[in-house]
């Protein structure tokens, strides 16, 4: 009876874990889609309220934390409900730092803001709702330990290094052609950075994912979508 209720415990500790995580994804996405709205629109005050915002992706993320390491020091765990909690204190860390990546591309509007629209702006959009998907993705893939999600989060991952290949070139022979642009237009491409590390973290908690729901480290042919 006791081991059924320490098992009902866990249940109900790991569920908000996932919720809490869900929902610090669910801001650091709205958090993106802000941010690349108001660069696209010069929204200054739109800026402010995603840097703003940052604020509470930290406080849950603080949340999380206290929540695993409580979780942690009062039960004995067996090996995969310990993986999954170390897996929800690692995820937390990384949503953060998305957040903090949307939160210094709302840094940049101010000094990208002009009468003249600069037209590479209109190419980021794509990128960033690329990213937004995999963050979003790769949450569900943890809330449904689902490693084959996880899997298609990673391949994804090289489409985004191609937009940002490609939008690197865009902005580079903007500069170029339009040599008064070239401080908004190196901003521009901090801004394509930002995205193409957020992706580059949501591949990383695909892995933690896998590893938490299989104890295997993810294949390499899986993450770079080549054969071994």
Same mark, same amino acid.
């Given at each position: 009876?006791?081991?059924?209720?320490?098992?009902?415990?866990?249940?109900? +500790?790991?569920?908000? #874990?996932?919720?809490?995580?869900?929902?610090?994804?669910? #801001? &650091?996405?709205?958090?993106?889609?802000?941010?690349?709205?108001?660069?696209?629109?010069?929204?200054?005050?739109?800026?402010?309220?995603?840097?703003?915002?940052?604020?509470?992706?930290?406080?849950?993320?603080?949340?999380?934390?206290?929540?695993?390491?409580?979780?942690?020091?009062?039960?004995?765990?067996?090996?995969?409900? @310990?993986?999954?909690?170390?897996?929800?204190?690692?995820?937390?860390?990384?949503?953060?730092?998305?957040?903090?990546?949307? !939160?210094? %591309?709302?840094?940049?509007?101010?000094? %990208?803001?002009?009468?003249?629209?600069?037209?590479?702006?209109?190419?980021?959009?794509?990128?960033?709702?690329?990213? &937004?998907?995999?963050?979003?993705?790769? @949450?569900? &893939?943890?809330?449904?330990?689902?490693?084959?999600?996880?899997? #298609?989060?990673?391949?994804?991952?090289?489409?985004?290094? +191609?937009?940002?290949?490609?939008?690197?070139?865009?902005?580079?022979?903007?500069?170029?052609?339009?040599?008064?642009?070239?401080?908004?237009?190196?901003?521009?491409?901090?801004?394509? !950075?930002?995205?193409?590390?957020?992706?580059?973290?949501?591949?990383?908690?695909?892995?933690?994912?896998?590893? &938490?729901?299989?104890?295997?480290?993810?294949?390499?042919?899986?993450?770079?979508?080549?054969?071994?």
């Amino acid at each position: 009876m006791a081991t059924d209720f320490a098992a009902q415990t866990f249940d109900h +500790d790991i569920g908000r #874990l996932r919720g809490m995580l869900s929902q610090m994804g669910g #801001l &650091a996405e709205r958090a993106i889609h802000d941010a690349i709205n108001a660069l696209q629109r010069a929204d200054t005050d739109l800026a402010t309220q995603v840097r703003e915002s940052d604020r509470s992706i930290d406080a849950l993320q603080a949340e999380v934390e206290s929540l695993a390491v409580g979780i942690i020091a009062e039960r004995t765990l067996v090996d995969g409900d @310990l993986r999954d909690v170390v897996a929800a204190l690692k995820i937390a860390g990384v949503i953060e730092r998305i957040g903090d990546y949307a !939160k210094n %591309i709302a840094k940049r509007v101010p000094l %990208i803001e002009s009468e003249h629209p600069i037209e590479p702006i209109t190419v980021i959009p794509s990128m960033a709702r690329l990213a &937004a998907e995999m963050v979003h993705d790769v @949450l569900d &893939a943890f809330a449904a330990r689902d490693a084959q999600a996880a899997v #298609l989060v990673c391949d994804r991952d090289r489409l985004l290094d +191609d937009f940002y290949d490609g939008i690197f070139r865009i902005l580079v022979t903007h500069m170029v052609e339009n040599p008064a642009t070239i401080g908004q237009v190196a901003h521009l491409l901090f801004v394509a !950075k930002n995205l193409e590390r957020i992706g580059d973290h949501a591949t990383n908690v695909a892995e933690m994912v896998y590893f &938490a729901a299989t104890g295997r480290q993810m294949p390499e042919r899986a993450k770079t979508g080549e054969a071994q």
